[in-house]
Every structure is written in C-alpha cells, then in structure tokens.
C-alpha cells in the first residue's frame, strides 16, 4: 500500500510510524512532513500544501490512502474532494467537520442532542455580546467560533477582562474571521480530560484516556500553546468517568451524527471537563491532537492501520481494539520564547539510541542535521508500568537532548 499522510507535526510523525509497522504499508507519502518524518521508515516528505496538488499527486501516485492530520484541510472539504475522483481517505466530511471548525455549529449540536456542556450563548454582534456579558456571573468563557490555533478561548474573571476579550476578537479582529461569532459559556470548574475515539459513523469506539498540560508554565500559568505535554492514561478518568462520558456524550454525539446524516469516518476527539456534577463536553475536534497523539498511539496494542481500514468499511464494531498496561508520558520540548517569538535553525543533538522516544514536530532534516524550525520541537516519550515510573523514564531522558534554548515543563502529569 501506497499511504498519503497529510500534515507537518508530530502527530503526523506518531502517525508515520505507527502505520509504517504494518507489512502491507510500502511507501508513506508525508505532506509536507517534518524531520521526524524524513528519517522515519518508509517515509518520503513531498513539499506539497494545496488540496488541489494532493488531489493531483493522489491520482498520479496511485495512493492507495490518503490520512489527513490537521484540522484546516478537513475543515475546507478535503475529504469530498478526494472522494469525487474516487480516492481513499480518512476524515470527516466538511460538513461534519464543522463540529471543529464552527464552535456555534458544535455549541447548537450539543444542545439539540442533549450532550452534557455547559450553559452557552452565541453571539455575532458586539453590543449584544457585551450586554450579555454585564448580567453574567465571573468567571466566564469566551470563545472566538472559528479555528485560531488553540488560542481563541479567553477564561475571564471579571468584566473588564471579557470586554477586553470581546474586544480583541470581534473588534480587533486578532484571529483573522475566526472571531466574527463568540460563544460565551459558563465557567467550568474541574480536572480536564482528552478523550481521542475513532467512528465510521455506526459505531464510536473511545481511546485510552490522556491529560493535556495547556499552558506554557509550571503550575498551569501563562499563556495557552498546543499542548506541552500529556500523561496517558489520564489519571483523573475513573471507570465512573467514562461510564459518565460514553453515557451523556459519547452516545448522544453519535445519535446526532447519525440523525443529522453526517458522513463522518475519521477521528472524533471529545475534550472533556470532569467535575462535581460529573462529565461535560468543552469541545469537539475532528483529529487527533497533538501532543494526545504521541502518548495515545505508544499505548496502543493494535493495529493502526487496520483500525482505519475497518473504519473505512463501515465495520468497526468488529475491531477489537487492545491497549498496552501501560502509562506514557510526552514532554514537549520548546524553543524558547515559545509561544512568542523564538529562534528558529538550531541544531538538535540527542543519543541516537533514543531515537524511539522521540517524536519529531517543529524539527527540519538540514542535510545530517535536525535542526529546529516551529516552537514545539519535538516530544520526549517515556513509559512504565506506572504513571509515576512514565513520567520519571520521560524526564530522564531529556538529559540526552540538546538544543540552544531548549524549554520545558518540570510537571507534565504530576
């Protein structure tokens, strides 16, 4: 098989390789990849971007399946595209990939099935936004709808703080569009989780737990990035929990999916709030996440690969998807000054011996050298029997990886 692999992070990097394993996998056409994805296995990177030339390099190539990674290509209808000149391809529909792309859209979803989130209006006028605003409680969220590179969402603690959020993204127009509606939502207070899950629109069969750190700082302070590091299984998601979360979101989602006849084969990802009052849905994503990924795909037992080709056949509640006893911890390793402005060019030196716990992202191949080139560099993937002996195993072996400037969090999973 001939595999088109469309992203550039390390979540396409956790992909590349896990599928790589399996014999029937010849060649693994990353688009446009990283450094990672350059000396991993059976992987090629193609300086390609626009859904136009991998549609053309698709049909050329004979790909046989074509995964797509990021959020932006599914969101403008990569997957209806493909499959109108008849190619193979992992992902929702555009139209279900709005769950993702509009929070209003996924907001009203959430409401008409019933799915557990919080109380929520949305708003495209910034009047009525701020009017609403004064006769709220604190805190509050506010959310830009479109996509803004997991920086669209604003906790603010008093009023000033979200006339200023309100300001910045529907006057100022920070996010480039993505803030011409808001959502403005209840605070939610608790532990959050990530929960990846794979559907072919029948069935959804849930993933092993994961714990996203957000901020840039020890202690959860700072600014939001992508994600500086997970622990999975995520600790905090008891048998309970997720009895809770397939209950009142995991089956009403699919109950929507199907009534609202979406065409939806791919990745849902549920991040999810665990509270006192029990599970509620903060958003939905249409693809792995990333760091979730790097952590989530070391854990797993199965097949990849054949997972998504059961996906694609419509016959997933015949998988049997098996799971490591394991824990895994990612440390996401930053440029510094991350995620503001950072250098970029500096040579990455790590024990080759290590090179199976590393998961390449803001990382370029420059002849023999890995040299950085995005603010997350890569991840450092360390696992154990225990949480505990996965988070040690992780910090452990960032003693062996040197680059100027690196930068990291001393509390992933603790």
Known sequence: MKILLIGSGGREHAIARKISKNEKVSKIY??????????????VNININSIEELKTFAINNKIDLTIVGPEKPLIDGIVDIFKKEGLKVFGPSQKAAMLEGSKSFSKDFMKKYTVKTAEHES???????????????????????????????????NYDEGRNALKEIMIEDIFNGAGSIVVIEEYLEGVEASILSITDGKTIKPFIS????????????????????????????????M????????????EGIKEENLDFCGIIFFGIMITKKGCYLLEYNVRMGDPETQSVLELMDSDLLELVEYSLKGSLNLFDLRWKNKSCCNIVLASEGYPGPFNKGEEIEFNKKMINNIIFAGSKLDGDKMITSGG????????????????????DKINFIEFKGKYFRHDIGM
């Open 30 to 43: 990353c688009a446009p990849g990283n450094g990672g994805t350059a000396i991993e296995n059976k992987c």
């Open 210 to 241: 994961a714990k996203d750190h957000k901020q840039i700082y020890d202690g959860g302070k700072g600014p939001n990035t992508g994600g500086m590091g997970v622990l999975a299984p995520n600790p905090y998601v008891t048998k309970e929990v």
């Open 243 to 254: 009895e809770d979360f397939e209950e009142n979101i995991m089956k009403k989602t699919l």
């Open 376 to 395: 997350r560099v890569l991840s450092v993937l360390g696992v154990g029997d225990s949480n505990k002996e996965a988070i040690l195993d992780a910090y």
């Open 123 to 157: 708003f495209s006028d910034y009047k009525e936004a701020l009017n609403y605003l004064r006769k709220k409680e604190f805190p509050i969220v506010i959310k830009a709808d479109g996509l803004a590179a997991g920086k669209g969402v604003y906790i603010c603690h």
